[in-house]
């Protein structure tokens, strides 16, 4: 019998593609858009590998953070989309969606558990209960230190790097695919942001009438543009700064509403399927004026957003030529 991987011994083996081109630092205005992607993909690749070990060890921090690194790694790619739309993509994108659906259910019972926590107070059946919770969260954090001790995740670290750096998308002939590489970042950035930021508000005037999957997707839109926007940041010049600052405001207030709403139902979800945590369990997720309350705080976002103009070209640094 072969002895178990260690986690260490893991994070050796899953090392990114070492087919890199040397890259500039930051991103700039004029730059092409497949090396703004190398960049930013590299970028948070190399946070979720950081965030490795500590999320084998059972940290919540860690974790946390290499979901965020994941999410933003996702993100990038649907911003460059469909640039790296190649024959490559939906595999990469399957096993990146596998690997957040494993942090996922370890995070979610965090949450769960922080809630519960909370609202204690040391009563004896909630402490009870809780025994329920810590138990289910140290079966999912088994079963997530087995997926990130994987032979399937090293396949998906180096196989992720080896597309990011010279994937099909990166050398095909077409005049399309040329353009879309060469295309300015700020030029390929503004027509995105402009796209998403009117989806996103379209959607968000619906926002008390929306049910719960629809209110999810939403929050997934707004994660997206918040994370492009961050990932953009050395783009923005010194006068942008005070715009980019109030409408990352304004999408973090409504993401935080919309996830507190999220784990709410999350939390009724899992305690479904707690074995004798009792009714009480589920309830403490459901509460209607808790509810109505986040609602009103993202829909006063969305408003302040709504009265802020679009992306225009003028919000990045300007002399956007493309450069060789």
Request: glycine share 4%.
């Amino acid at each position: 019998m072969s002895r178990p991987t260690t986690s260490s011994t893991a994070a050796a083996r899953a090392k990114p593609s070492t087919r890199r081109n040397t890259l500039p630092g930051r991103l700039s205005p004029g730059m092409a858009c497949d090396t703004a992607f190398r960049i930013i993909a590299r970028r948070h690749l190399g946070a979720v590998l950081a965030q490795h070990d500590g999320t084998c060890r059972g940290d919540p921090e860690a974790l946390h953070e290499i979901r965020i690194a994941l999410t933003h790694l996702r993100t990038a790619i649907r911003f460059f989309s469909p640039m790296v739309d190649d024959g490559l993509r939906l595999q990469v994108w399957t096993e990146l969606k596998w690997l957040n659906s494993q942090l996922g259910m370890v995070r979610d019972l965090d949450v769960a558990i922080d809630r519960v926590i909370a609202e204690s107070d040391g009563e004896l059946d909630v402490i009870a209960e809780l025994q329920h919770w810590t138990e289910k969260r140290a079966e999912s954090h088994r079963l997530l230190t087995r997926a990130l001790q994987s032979a399937r995740y090293r396949r998906l670290v180096e196989q992720t790097s080896g597309w990011i750096e010279s994937g099909p998308w990166s050398t095909r002939r077409s005049k399309e695919a040329v353009r879309l590489r060469r295309c300015p970042l700020t030029e390929h950035a503004t027509a995105r942001l402009t796209e998403w930021e009117q989806t996103l508000l379209k959607k968000a005037r619906k926002l008390r009438k929306l049910d719960v999957e629809k209110r999810h997707k939403l929050r997934l839109l707004n994660k997206r543009m918040t994370y492009s926007i961050e990932s953009l940041e050395d783009l923005f010049t010194d006068d942008a700064l005070t715009k980019q600052k109030s409408l990352l405001k304004q999408l973090r207030k409504a993401q935080k509403s919309l996830g507190q709403m999220n784990d709410d139902a999350r939390g009724q979800a899992l305690a479904a399927s707690l074995n004798g945590a009792g009714p009480a369990a589920g309830i403490r997720f459901h509460d209607r004026k808790r509810e109505k309350k986040l609602l009103r705080a993202a829909s006063a976002a969305y408003r302040k957003l709504d009265k802020a103009k679009p992306f225009r070209s003028s919000d990045l640094a300007p002399n956007a030529e493309p450069e060789d």
